[in-house]
């Protein structure tokens, strides 16, 4: 039997020779069944043996698992020199990632989000932005008008009479949201996002608003960024400004209207403009995301194209 054991050469034969003497009727477990009328000497043989055929498979049992194992490393290694697969991770759209930075920024300076329609009723795109009919200031966005007489939003302004209707004074919001207008070209798209940004409160002042403007395109892009506001004119706002950033070369680029909100406006949703003023800016947050990531034409973002995705450097 010993010798039986060493010269086992599989760890199915040594199963099965285990079986054959430890199992149910195994040879040496009938030995030991039948061991109540033998000797003491007899005994304490069969016990010997049982213990030193036990302690045989044991050792066998740890050689053949390790040549079983070494026999395996030799034709399974990995070759960390080969190439890998190529792997496709999805990652997140430009437009996503710039949209999701500057929410953040715009949180951490107590703003909070807030939403509307993409189609908009004349009031809140309009009328109630102290632009009635007939207003000539309509003129400033090519608008979509659908049958019904509804509109679909040129502006995310549309959003700060949604809230102050809602929520009234003191109000300190952002919202964010496509807009649609007729226009087509490399920096202008029929449908674009806009960032808004609304605080109205008491003693809020032209200077407030500069300062949340410059931190957070400092923020957004990771650096000092200097800005100019230049004047302007939208309904909704008195002053009204415009406001650029310097980019490369000292270049200005324009990047969105600002100002105070006109007292229409707050009357308009029910906030006495004699206790409450504040600021409101709006920017093609587009624009921003195509400036901190290099890309030069804005229709590409919606095009879909998962080639461009890949060289823009996502
Ligand atoms: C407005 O839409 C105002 N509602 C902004 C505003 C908000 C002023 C709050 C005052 C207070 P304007 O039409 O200039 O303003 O558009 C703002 C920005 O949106 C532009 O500076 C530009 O960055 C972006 N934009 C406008 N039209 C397009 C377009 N067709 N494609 C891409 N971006 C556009």
Redesign the pocket.
Known sequence: MKDKIKNTKTLEDLQKLYSDTFGKNGTMTLQLKNMANLSNDERAAINAENSELRQLFKEKQNELELAALNAKLATEYVDVTLDNEPQNHGTLHPLTQSLKELSAILESFGFTLCTGPEIEDDWHNFTA?NTPEYHPARD???TFFLKNGNVMR????AI?IRAMEKIGAPIKIFAIGS?Y?K??DA????????M???YVDKNITMSDLVATLRNLLSRFFEREIEIRIRP?Y?P??EP???FDMKWDKGKWI??????M?HPNVLRNCKINPDEYQG??????????AMLKYGLND?RAFYDGDVRWLKNSGF
């Open positions: 932005l400033m966005q090519d040129t502006q995310t302004s700060q807009t207008r226009e087509l920096t202008h798209s029929a449908m674009f996002g806009q808004e940004g609304l302007s939208f909704f706002t009204s400004i415009e324009e990047l969105g209207g600002a100002g909100v600021f409101a800016f709006g920017f093609g947050w587009d624009r921003m804005i």
